[in-house]
């Protein structure tokens, strides 16, 4: 850099309405008078309308304050998919004054145990699929406190008992399970429209949630994301996203996970912020019953992200749907392609805006403007929230030069919990925070993405962390050392290749996969193994994983 290259600092507009709402608490409640009664959210058809879920949150916040021993700042655990109980859960659990713990279904019982031991979560709604998983390692965490509930349980007569029995008896979904003293969320709804409701008000900097996400020492960190984060967030996505919306009157199609920040954040506060239908797809890699659902649906926005839009655009009855009505599609989560993002338009007609963001930053950082798209970047800054880009040093880069992207701005997390050493690396004492995502910025004000500082990788969206799973390779008592890396893929974007130095000579592929399988999530088990006689090193020990990766993408490499 030119010692008078001037720094280039990029910055969204003013952020509008920050006096609005002190908490979430009162999101919601002006929400509720607003639009009583107005759909908010369905799923496998069954609706609740904005009054609907005032009454049931209400009532499961009264459980929670009366039949356990929870206060306000105490943490609980909700492990569901998108399913209508998730929004009722969130906002009894904030309405009752606790820490929200987002907790993906699809964990492990070594995941679910070092999330609820790291996160102290004294409390757990899990739905009863994984009550078997709970039950395993519930033991060794400080949770007190179960509520189990089945698929349909907000889902009216007959339908309820008939869906529930099928999942359970014909599907065999659900592992038998012996959980001493847990409520069925049915039955702590009731006992809680009983009781006295106790509002218990929160303030901007009171933590909402505890939202997970990998690190690279591949033990996951929680977020520490307030009130007032999250609300930030909402009002800035408000401000890029609102003005192609009308209050009210839009179906918003949510396939990916609620548990996630994206969702969390898009769905559960600026559609419900804004009066808007949210519809909860359980199960979108279901792409059967997906199409079938949106064939019933006059929906108006999408909320995805590019493998979904791929995966969609491949089927033919998807084509065949009318979408005369469909006017915003939002990508995020994983970059989007310039070849989907257009096969997408061709498809339905309507362009996609990609923003850009992190579980830390709440998690909108910027945006494209819906008027003014330009693929193959990630937009500008968003309300309220300033960017810039630094070298190696730190050092602020000028216009035009490509360094780490660091976001300013009131949707950056609090901090990691209990993490403060992280914290500090991460979040400097100005309130910049390091992205880790190398990017540039163009003259039209743009921000583009160039590459990833850390090592991690991106399967359909979900953060995977290498170091976790070669600490679960590590374990295998055949396995001398382990390396994994992500390759491109055309299903998932990336997938991960693991590079293993064996210390069994019998030891196989098909092995590694199936010990993986008992550790990780799904999405986090290597795709291919490669055998090798040693790793690519440093001088000082460091495996390179860089080469490892441009070795895997060679036709000449042998994947087990």
């Known amino acids: 850099m030119s010692e ?41 058809g069954q609706t609740l309308s ?86 395993a390692i519930i033991g060794d965490t400080d949770i007190e406190r179960v509520v189990v509930t089945e698929i349909a349980d907000l889902h009216a007569f007959p339908r309820r008992p008939l869906i529930n029995a099928a999942v359970k008896y014909v599907k065999k979904m659900v592992p038998a399970y ?9 039955a702590a709804l009731k006992r809680g429209a009983g009781l006295e409701r106790r509002e218990c008000g929160r303030e901007a900097d009171d933590i909402a949630a505890l939202q997970y996400t990998g690190g690279t020492t591949g ?13 930030a967030n909402m009002l800035q996505a408000r401000q890029a996203i609102g003005p192609g919306l009308s209050e009210g009157g839009e179906t918003i199609v949510a396939p990916l996970p609620v548990y996630h920040i994206y969702t969390f954040t898009v769905n559960c506060l600026f559609m419900l912020e804004t009066g808007n ?10 792409l059967d019953g997906f199409v079938k659902t949106l064939k019933s649906v006059p929906f108006t926005g999408f909320v995805g992200l590019n493998t979904l839009f791929n995966a969609l655009c491949q089927r033919e009855d998807f084509r065949r749907l009318d979408f005369s009505s469909l006017h915003l599609t939002i990508s995020g989560g994983m970059a989007l392609t ?32 819906v008027d003014d798209i330009r693929l193959g970047t990630i937009g500008k800054p968003v309300a309220g929230t300033e960017v ?34 992280e914290t500090a690396e991460s979040l400097d004492a100005d309130g910049w925070f390091r992205t880790g995502d190398v990017a540039t910025f163009g003259d039209d004000g743009y921000i583009r993405i160039v590459d990833r500082k850390k090592d991690m990788i991106l399967v359909s969206g979900f953060n995977v962390y290498p170091n976790e799973i070669e600490d679960v390779v590590a374990n295998h008592p055949g396995v001398l050392e382990a390396a994994a890396v992500g390759v491109p893929d055309e299903t998932s974007g990336e997938a991960i290749q693991l590079f293993v130095v064996a210390k069994d000579p019998d030891l ?20 291919q193994v490669v055998f090798r006689d040693e790793l690519p090193k440093t001088n000082v020990g460091k495996v390179l994983r860089r080469q490892l990766r441009d070795e895997a993408q060679d036709d000449g490499d042998e994947a087990s």
């Open 508 to 527: 196989d592929a098909e092995t590694l996969r199936a010990w993986c399988k008992g550790e990780l999530t799904a999405y986090k088990v290597p795709r």
């Open 50 to 135: 904005y009054r609907e879920l005032d009454r049931l949150s209400g009532d499961f916040a009264a459980w929670l304050q009366h039949e356990t021993a929870l206060e306000p700042g105490d943490r609980i655990a909700i492990q569901l998919p998108n399913l209508l109980q998730f929004p009722v859960a969130v906002f009894g659990a904030l309405r009752a004054g606790l820490v929200v713990v987002n907790t993906n279904p699809l964990y492990t019982e070594r995941e679910m145990a070092h999330q609820f031991k790291d996160s102290g979560a004294r409390a757990i709604i899990i739905l009863a699929n994984m009550a078997a998983k709970l039950e």
């Open 388 to 421: 810039k880009v630094v070298d190696l040093e730190g050092h602020d880069l000028p216009l035009g030069e490509t360094g780490e992207l660091c976001v300013k701005g009131p949707q950056v997390m609090k901090g990691y919990w209990q993490l403060e050493a």
């Open 338 to 369: 310039s070849a989907v993002a257009k096969r997408w338009e061709e498809v339905t007609g309507c362009p996609i805006a990609e923003g850009y963001g992190l579980t830390e930053t709440s998690p909108i950082a910027s945006f494209n403007p």
């Open 178 to 186: 012996r959980l001493s003293g847990a409520w069925g969320f049915r």
């Open 277 to 286: 239908h949210s519809v909860l797809i359980p199960n979108p890699r279901d």
């Open 219 to 231: 033990r996951a960190k929680g977020t520490m994301l307030t009130h007032g984060n999250l609300v």
């Open 4 to 44: 008078h290259a001037t720094p280039a600092v990029l910055r969204g507009p003013e952020l509008e309405g920050c006096d609005d709402y002190a908490s979430v608490l009162d999101v919601f409640h002006t929400a509720i008078e607003r639009f009583a009664d107005k759909p908010a959210f369905t799923c496998m």
